[in-house]
């Protein structure tokens, strides 16, 4: 990743797509790269379909989830995750 990559401020949907490219990619899971960093900067843009659907299965708190939260307030952070439109470049 590059150094100016700061999670806190990046959508959820590329925060999520950098997750998953990083699995795919990276040797400390299902890849075989050493160092992924600098692919999953130039291919997390094609793990975002994949992150939206994540996200949206994410929509549904599970009854644990219910105990101790709020459903309606779930419910308006993920879609404004998923309607995000401010994607990292």
């Known amino acids: 990743m590059t150094a100016d990559y700061d999670a806190a401020k990046t959508a959820p949907v590329e925060r999520v797509a950098r997750v998953l490219a990083g699995h795919a990619l990276s040797r400390n899971a299902e890849g075989d790269m050493g160092s992924a960093g600098p692919a999953v900067d130039d291919l997390w843009p094609d793990y975002a379909p994949v992150a939206l ?3 949206r299965t994410l929509r549904e708190p599970s009854g644990r989830m219910l105990a ?7 419910d ?3 879609t404004a995750a998923i309607e995000d439109e401010s994607l990292s470049d």
């Not at 101790?68 to 779930?74: Q, R």
Request: avoid cysteine; proline fraction near 0%; hydrophobic fraction near 70%.
């Open 53 to 55: 659907a994540v996200l």
């Open 68 to 74: 101790v939260g709020d459903a309606e307030i779930w």
């Open 76 to 78: 308006r952070m993920i």
